[in-house]
């Protein structure tokens, strides 16, 4: 087989399938490699979408005519708006989805793209001319693909080894082949690589659970979408179940931490900081009674659950002692043991800000090969490949986001200037300007970009200003409107609008005397989002205002090669560590570990007196 395609596209996980989307939808022919085209879009370990800054990637995601939103919108069976006690800045969408649904809703849309082609296969090696530009892909079966630019999507098959008890094998994930020669080729590149580890649960039959003894976990009455094209999610929702673990339960891990793989040191790659295993649990936090343990289910027919909160590597026999020491888990029967797997991945700090690999041109990597964990990290560095790739191949300049234009700017600049020693997540609190980055401001936020980009439909952007639109009439008729006068005083606000800048006052307490117009047409939702709006304004505005005043310092470049041991003052310590690194700009510098203001000030400097700024 001998095929030419404009993007090949290795893996067809979360990443993958946003990398072949996006550049399919600027109008390139895209080859999508994967093992097995039946499992593109799967949920590997829990089967939910969204989360606290998981969230705001994947409506960002959707506002640059993503597909997941979309897919998790058609497949959710249970939606929650999370930290709704807190500021609206940081609260987050969650949706638990349809396993099978979810993973044919993404191959649906993919298959009805006429730009792509599934290619069924195991890719072995890339194909580079004589300047290191890839040229392609070699395949397990001695054919090759060409094509000028590859973005490697590989999730945690490449060299993949799965773990359960003293037991372990080849594997990208439970019932699938590793990616080993593809491995091996990018280590004889000279690319920086090293191993990571993560794991999921037992899952559970249902019918074996004793829900009785169990807090329901109900979903919210009025669903907030994914996607900014649904307009309401009207489908019956399902609830989770929470139980948690005791000291029975804890002892039986202890009894058994022989026969884990982290601990006999036989799995040396570092898991996951914020989802550990119940062994870390055990072993880390001695001093807790009991941990957490929610029962998803993974679709509306399905009888299989989801127990999210005991990861676990350890023997099946152990496994099965320790989830029957569960309250409601006493007759519980394991579908699927709980394993470990072990994987390589990619150093990120070798990657451009547009994902591209420095030293060989044409090359992206997106996803977990980059040391992310979770579907929304993989599916935003996904999104941004694909992009990039298309506009490398149209000779435009690279998309890449600020990070205080969206979390996936956040994300990008984060990776590379990064040398992860554990699987990266994204949370709000890693985005300094989060007040700027709300769920529900990403449509605004990122549409008109795409659109520029030329990869959303007249739709979704026409949808966009309808609804600023509205939004702009309903805060025009609150800026018009008087506070009714019974509920006034003469110091009290005279205007609708002035009332929702007080933290005490929302549109529910204002529509317990006044009627909202119908006729504005706005939503729930979008009444939240213009209380939002209104409430932040001041407090957007003077972030605003500093990011514009930093903003030419973050974007100022550093030039390719420049020798920072030759910059007059800054410490040693500064100066390995720069040059390690590379950073692009002197905003990515200052963000570097160990770099303080005084070493970004030195630099400005040296690169001023140089004449690069």
């Not at 439970?174 to 999921?200: F, I």
């Amino acid at each position: 087989m001998e095929k030419k395609f404009d993007v090949l596209v290795v893996g067809g996980g979360h990443a993958g399938a946003e990398a072949a989307y996006a550049a399919a939808r600027m109008g390139h022919s895209v080859g999508l490699v994967t093992h097995d085209s039946r499992s593109i879009g799967r949920m590997s370990c829990n089967p939910a979408i969204g989360g606290v800054g998981k969230g705001q990637l994947a409506r960002e995601i959707d506002a640059l005519g993503g597909l997941m939103g979309v897919a998790a919108d058609a497949s959710g069976i249970q939606f929650r708006l999370l930290n709704t006690s807190k500021g609206r800045a940081v609260q987050s969408p969650r949706a638990q989805c349809c396993r099978l649904s979810y993973e044919e809703r993404v191959q649906e849309v993919l298959e009805n793209s006429s730009e792509i082609e599934f290619i069924d296969a195991e890719a072995s090696h890339l194909l580079f001319n004589e300047s290191r530009e890839v040229r392609g892909l070699g395949l397990s079966n001695g054919s090759q693909l060409h094509a000028p630019t590859v973005v490697l999507c590989t999730g945690t098959f490449l060299d993949g080894v799965l773990f359960t008890g003293l037991e372990q094998c080849s594997g990208g994930r439970v019932g699938e082949a590793a990616s080993d020669a593809l491995s091996l080729s990018l280590s004889k590149l000279g690319l920086p690589v090293g191993r990571l580890k993560t794991g999921t649960p037992p899952r559970l039959a249902a019918d074996s659970v004793d829900y009785a003894v169990m807090e329901e976990q109900p979903g919210d009455p009025t669903p907030v979408p994914f996607s900014f094209l649904t307009d309401s999610i009207d489908r019956e929702q399902i609830s989770c179940w929470i139980t948690r673990t005791n000291s029975r339960t804890h002892q039986i891990v202890r009894e058994n931490l022989q026969f884990a793989p982290m601990y006999t040191g036989r799995i040396e790659g570092k898991g996951p900081r914020y989802c550990p295993s119940l062994e870390d649990k055990v072993v880390r936090f001695q001093d807790r009674g009991q941990h957490t343990v929610f029962l998803e289910p993974e679709g509306i027919d399905s009888n299989v659950l989801y127990a999210n909160g005991i990861s676990t590597s350890l023997p099946v026999e152990a496994q099965n002692e320790f989830v029957r020491s569960i309250p409601g888990l006493e007759k519980a029967k394991i579908v699927q043991p709980g394993y470990a797997v072990e994987y390589t991945f990619v150093a990120p700090r070798v990657l451009r800000p547009n994902l591209e690999v420095d030293q060989y041109p044409g090359l992206f990597l997106a996803g977990q090969i980059c040391g992310t964990s979770g579907y929304e990290e993989a599916a935003a560095q996904g999104l941004m490949a694909g992009l990039n790739a298309g506009l490398k191949l149209q000779k435009r300049e690279p998309f890449i986001l600020g990070r205080h234009e969206a979390y996936i700017g956040v994300l990008i600049d984060d990776l590379v200037v990064s040398d992860p020693s554990e699987p990266y997540r994204m949370f709000t609190s890693r985005a300094e300007h989060r007040l700027l980055l709300r769920h529900d401001t990403a449509d605004r936020r990122l549409t008109p970009m795409a659109q520029k980009l030329g990869v959303v439909s007249q739709n979704r952007y026409g949808r966009m200003e309808s609804r600023l639109a509205r939004l702009a009439e309903a805060k025009e008729w609150l800026q018009k409107t008087p506070v009714p006068e019974t509920s006034s005083t003469p110091s009290s606000p005279k205007r609708l609008v002035d009332l929702l800048r007080r933290t005490d006052t929302g549109i529910d307490s204002i529509q317990e005397t006044l009627k909202l117009p119908q006729e504005l047409g706005l939503s729930d939702e979008e009444w939240r989002i213009l209380e939002a709006d209104i409430l932040y304004e001041g407090y957007v505005k003077r972030q605003q205002e500093w990011v514009e005043g930093s903003r030419e310092r973050e974007k100022a470049s550093i030039p390719d090669g420049f020798d920072f041991q030759a910059v007059r003052g800054l410490r040693n310590e500064a100066k390995e560590c720069l040059s390690r690194f590379q950073p692009a700009t002197l905003g990515a510098a200052g963000r570097l570990a160990g770099i303080s203001p005084s070493d970004v000030a030195l630099m400005e400097v040296a690169l001023r007196r140089e004449n690069y700024l």
